[in-house]
Structure formats: C-alpha cells, structure tokens
C-alpha cells in the first residue's frame, strides 16, 4: 500500500502557523483530520429573489454590494444594500462602524449568511446577517452546492480571529486537496451486509450534501465506522486475553467456601447469586484471566459474591485485592469481611491514604509478606509502594467511579491475576456493549426476598412539616433516618456551609430531643467512621450527611432516606442515595424534597416514584443528560464520537458488534486481503487505544 501524502494543516490556504497551532490543541495536525470536523448545521445555498420561501430560516447568499450608508450616530448599523443578478436586499450589520467601513466597499462580492425574517404587514423581507465573507477565487466552487456547512468553533479558534464562512472555506479546501487521499476503512462485505455508503463518498456527502435526507444516511454510514472500530478493539483484545495470557488456575473450592456456605451466612443466597458464583468460578477454575462485570442493583448484594471469591483465592495460596472508591466504603466492607473472615480464620488489612505512616509500614510489610490474605482499600492500594506476594484476584467496587488506568494499575500487581469490576449503575445493555465489551457480564437481577419496595414521594416545601413529624413517628417505632444535602463541585463551599446550618437547624430547632450525628467530605475519614459506627450502633436516630454516603453504606435499620433539594441531583445518583434504605425487612421510605417552581426537574423526578427498578432509571437519564454525563469525565476519555450518538444509535451499535467480532473470529490477525483496509485504518487510528486497553 503506497503510504499516504499527508498535508499539515498550516499548508492549507486560509490557516497559516498561527491558526495551525491552535488546530494541533485540538488534535487536528493534517487537512485529512479536518475532514472528520463534522458540520453543526447546514445552510441552504439561495439567491435573494427566493429569499421570501425561506422565512424564518438561515440561508447563504452571495451578492454584490451596489450601495452603503453611513450611521448617523456611531454605533448604528451600517446599511448596505446587496444584488446577485435576480433581485436586491438591505441589510443591517452591526458592530464597530470604522471596520465596517473597511469590510463593506461598494462593488466588491461578499458570501453572506443571514436570518430571512419576512414581515407581511410591511410586505417586506429583512436579512439580518451572522456573517460574511469576501467573494475569492475557489468560492464559485464551493457555491455550487446547494447547501453550505457551518461548523463550530471552539474557543480555541475564536482567538484566531476565524469566523464561521471563512471555516467553512478552510474545510472546503482541505476536502479538495484531500479527497483523493480518503482511503476506505471498511471491507467490501462489513459495507454490502450493513447497507453502508464507501467511505469516501460518505465523508464528501457529510460535508455537502445534495438533499437533508442525504444528511442522516451519511451519518449512519459514518457512525458504523466509528462504533465499528470501538469494537474492532474489543474484540481484538478479548481474543488476545483469551488466547495468548495465561491466568491462574484455582484449583481447590474447599473447606471454608462450604463452611460459610452452610454455617455463617445468616441467610439464604438468592438464585441470581448462586447463579453468578458459579458463572465466576468457573473463570477461576479455567486457566484464562477472568474479565468479569457483575452488574447489580443497589442492595442486590454484591459484597458477600466477593466474599466467596476471595475465599478460594485465599485456599489456592493466593491473595486478593479489593478496591473502593472511597475510604469509608473501603472501611465498611473491611468491617464485613472481618465478620466472615475471624469465623474462618483468614487474614485481612486495610489499606488507605489516610493511615498514619506507622501503621501503614506494617499494613504494607504484611502485603509484601503475604501474611494479608485480602487486602481492603482505597485507590491507596495502586500506589508503587504496594507489593504484593502473590496477587491472584482483585475485586473493584463501584467500577464507574474508577477509570480505565487505575484498572489496569491494580491488575498489574499481580501476574494475570483474575478481575471483577462491580457496579451498581445497571447501564443499558447496548451501552455496556460499548463501554465494557470486552468483559463478560454476570448479572444479579434478583433482590434479596426480605425486600419491600422503597415508598418513595416527591414532596415540597408547603409539606415539610409534615414530612417531619412522619420521620419522628417512624423514629419511635425505633427506625432510622438519613437526611441528605447537595454539594456540587463547583459550589462546594457555599453548599458546604448550608448543610453545616441546616445540620444545626435539625438539631437545635426540628429534632431537639432526637440525637442527631453529621458527615461530610471535609471531615477525616476516622471521624466520618466513627459517626457512622455511632449511626449502626443506634446511637443515632438521624444521620445528615452529604453525598459522601452515596455508595456502599450498609445500615438495614435506617429505613428512611430524605434528599434536600432533590432537583440538584441526577436519577442514577438519587437511586443510589435511595439504595441506603430499603435493605432490611422493614418498610422503608424515600422522600424527595424538591423546589414545587421547577416543574421540568419535578417531571424528571417522576420517575423515581414510579419504579425502584435501576434499569429503567438509569435509562432514563441516558436519555434526558446523555451518555457523557452518564458516565462522568472520568470515562469520557474513552469515548470520543464525532458522528456516533449512543443515545440515537443503540441499533447500529449492535450491529457493529456483530460485524467487528466476525471479523476479528474469522481473521484474528486482520491478515487477508480482504480486511487489508480495515489493517490499515486500524494500524493507523487506534493502535495507541489498543495498548491503553491491553493492559487494562
Ligand atoms: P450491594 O449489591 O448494593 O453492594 P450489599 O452487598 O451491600 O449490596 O448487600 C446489601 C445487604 O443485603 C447486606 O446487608 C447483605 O448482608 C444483605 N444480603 C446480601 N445477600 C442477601 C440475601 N441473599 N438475603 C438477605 N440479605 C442479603
Ligand atoms: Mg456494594
């Protein structure tokens, strides 16, 4: 394959070193990556006599400017009067009068974009301009076409003093000078079977289309390729996990895993439980690494499925890893897993950033030595000063919380060991397909048969009074309440400080006889710990907290959970907030406190009082913030599209998972002729998110 000319961006006309540099912090160095700068919005391409059908509407016009008025006053709108041969219109720009009078001279041809806005009282059209741009040789080319991109300009650019048209022109340039360089990046059989354009035409078409419809089938095509190679990638390393690393083999489910099993458990595992303990033994036995998501709603009970894990880890000779993503979490299971571990005599630490240096050396000292059988902790346990003996099975709670890079550290302690990421955040099928297609999933879709539903209620001020004396009538029954405050990042301080009074407000004026303990993230772990030990041992009746009781907080008492201001929260957070109650016998509550004014918020929230099934919430907000905010920035890294929506595009998601996987089962190697475009593009595109992944 003859290697590809390619054209630096600061080569193409309109751009030069300056503008070149601002487009490389974008990522984009050669005109071919302009082309994958895909439009915002496309212009019909008009003449001014058809002016009057575009009402309403943002069209391109090119013209002659045959007049110009002054502005009495500066600051006025200049009025230029423009003509293309079928008619003449005036128009209004505003803006600085000295420079418009060096952009607007009489004779010379402009392309402008306007608003049409027809006005039938006065049987007249106006043309408010966004912009425009000086008619030069190349642009008859460019207006041939009957609709003109814009595309958007990020802050990076505006500081170049680059406006939209003349953008669009720089695009257009570097469509000319590289179309013939657009090579394919499919095979002929992926494109006949999933009905796609070549890429070459697809990427043409995106840019100037002939018709709108011609928008939409584009993008498809445009789209598969991207979901394509995300799961060229994902089938490519779960082939290479599969076949060339070597994991550990554990051979013995003995003793102690049938003594907890029978003896200490306290109640029966449920069958979605059973069902997944036998799915990961079974990759524990085999002698591949196990790449396994356990997928469970809140409460589902996730933890003591670890447990068990570790317990044949531990009969093998192994040691075990298990990461939080927060201190009091990595505390809280610490405290279970000692439960289970003193009846069976194993040994566990706990290791956390927050530690003092003393106690920390011998934690570490007992990791080295292999005397820590499980070791519990924070993103503490990634650090270089951390070795272990023998490191056979990792456990990662909350795997949302987590990125790609902390994965692969905690899994490069050992040598192949066995991983399990846990989540609670039941994502869509068709979006794990994207984000964790590379893993086997096991699902726990069964909730212990102790469980009631959780009430909940949306509430607003008007009821609060109310909403307090339920919470003390429920209080003398003997329950639990948790009360919780906001705190966004970006106004953390100030949200801070109201939920410190509202705490005091609670304590002096509301609650005065209850007694009443108070956590949130500025606090020392320790402190945060010991309140919530008080709050298990019911020396607490109310816990009011900020999110840092968001995950893993396991108090069956407390059955009553009320959120502050609800509307400041997403849904999948709010499940998880919600998932602190509800996980006892006893009849549990969630109230949702939000402002009675918002009623779009109060329409969102909806649906937290309608079903208590994560699944269908956390669909819900896929659909109303979209997967970026779904995930957090943490994941976004990972997920870069230009053309692909994952919201709009679940159908065509699968469909390059079945696409992508046929071909990596059929020519792992990407070797024969037939996928030689596929090689290439791969090779050259997405070698560097193969590495980052391989040794995730
Ligand atoms: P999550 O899946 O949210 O991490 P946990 O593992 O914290 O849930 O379990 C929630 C609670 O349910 C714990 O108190 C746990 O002991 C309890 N639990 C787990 N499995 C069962 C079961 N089969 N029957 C009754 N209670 C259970
Ligand atoms: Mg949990």
Redesign the pocket.
């Known amino acids: 394959m003859p290697a590809i000319k390619k054209t630096e961006i600061a080569y193409i006309k309109g751009v030069g070193p300056k503008r070149a540099e601002a487009f490389e912090k974008l990522g984009l160095k050669y005109s071919t990556d302009l082309l994958t700068v895909y439009p915002r919005l496309y212009l019909p391409n008009t003449t001014i006599r058809s002016l009057a059908k575009f009402h309403d509407q943002n069209v391109v016009i090119k013209g002659k400017i045959i007049d110009k008025f002054k502005p009495f006053k500066p600051n006025h709108p200049t009025r230029i009067v423009i003509f293309d041969g079928t008619a003449s219109i005036e128009s209004l720009m505003w803006g600085n009068t000295f420079y418009r009078e060096k952009q607007f001279k009489v004779g010379d041809e402009h392309i402008f974009w306007g608003k049409v806005a027809y006005n039938a009282y006065e049987r007249d059209i106006k043309f408010d301009m966004r912009d425009h741009k000086k008619f030069e040789t190349g642009d008859e080319e460019m207006m041939k076409y009957p609709f003109i991109p814009i595309y958007i300009l990020s802050e990076e650019l505006k500081k170049t003093w680059i406006k939209p048209l003349a953008f669009t022109k720089i695009i257009f340039n570097a469509l000319k000078s590289s179309a013939e360089n657009i090579a394919e990046v499919l095979s002929e059989p992926v494109r006949i079977a999933n009905d796609l354009l070549d890429h070459k035409t697809a990427v043409l078409k995106m840019h100037y289309p002939r018709t709108m419809e011609d928008i939409e089938i584009t993008r498809q095509t445009l789209a598969f390729e991207e979901l394509f190679y995300l799961q060229l990638v994902m089938a490519l390393r779960k082939r290479s996990i599969a076949s060339a690393e070597k994991g550990i083999h554990f051979e013995k489910i003995g003793e102690k895993f049938e003594i907890l099993f029978k003896e200490h458990l306290g ?4 069958g979605a ?1 059973k069902k997944v303990i036998k799915e990961i033994l079974g990759d524990m036995r085999s002698n591949k690494p196990m790449n396994r998501l356990l997928q ?1 709603d ?7 499925v670890a447990v068990f894990c570790f317990l044949v880890a531990a009969e093998n000779g192994y040691q075990s890893a298990f990461m939080c993503p927060t201190e009091i979490l990595a505390e809280q299971h610490y405290k279970t897993l000692q439960y289970y571990f003193d009846k069976l005599g194993l040994n566990s630490v706990l290791l956390t950033g927050g530690q003092k240096k003393k106690h920390r050396e011998t934690v570490l000292e007992e990791i080295r030595t292999g005397k820590a059988q499980v070791v519990v902790g924070t993103h503490a346990l990634i650090q270089e000063s951390v070795d272990f003996k023998s490191l056979g099975f990792t456990v990662i709670d909350e795997q949302h919380k987590f990125g790609v890079m902390q994965r692969a550290k905690l899994k490069a302690k050992g040598s192949n060991p066995d991983v399990l990421v846990m989540t ?1 955040t039941p994502i869509p099928r068709t979006l794990s397909l994207t984000v964790y297609g590379d893993l086997d999933v096991s699902v726990i879709d069964e909730l ?1 048969k ?1 469980r009631k539903n959780i009430k909940t209620a949306l509430r607003g001020e008007a009821d609060r009074l109310k909403v307090y004396k339920f919470i003390r009538d429920e209080i003398k029954k003997g329950r639990q309440a948790y009360i919780v405050y906001p705190i966004i990042e970006e106004s953390e301080k100030l949200d801070l400080k109201s939920a410190v009074k509202h705490f005091e407000i609670i304590k002096e004026d509301i609650f005065p006889d209850l007694k009443i303990g108070l956590v949130h993230g500025r606090l020392p772990w320790y402190e945060i710990d010991e309140t919530i030990e008080a709050f298990k041992d019911k020396k607490l009746d109310i816990l009011v907290s900020t999110t840092v009781i968001e995950v893993g907080i ?1 108090i ?1 008492n407390a059955t009553i959970m009320l959120i502050e201001e609800a509307q400041r929260f997403g849904l999948s957070q709010l499940h998880q907030l919600r ?1 602190r109650v509800g ?1 006892g016998a006893e009849q549990s509550y969630c109230i949702l406190m939000a402002e009675s004014s918002g009623e779009i918020s109060a329409e969102r929230l909806k649906i937290m009082t309608e079903t208590n099934d994560g699944f269908k919430i956390s669909e819900t907000d896929l659909k109303l913030r979209g997967p970026g905010e779904f995930f957090g920035t943490r994941q976004s890294g990972t997920l870069k599209f230009t053309a692909a929506d994952l919201v709009k595009d679940m159908p065509l998601i699968e469909k390059a998972r079945d696409s992508a996987f046929k071909v990596v089962n059929e020519d792992p190697q990407l070797r024969s002729h037939e996928n030689s475009n596929i090689r290439e593009h791969f090779l050259t595109n997405y070698r560097e998110s193969m590495e980052l992944i391989k040794i995730a």
């Open positions: 109640f029966e595992l449920t439980q469970g809140v409460g589902s009970g996730k933890t003591i609670a212990p102790n396991d069956p998932g996980r």
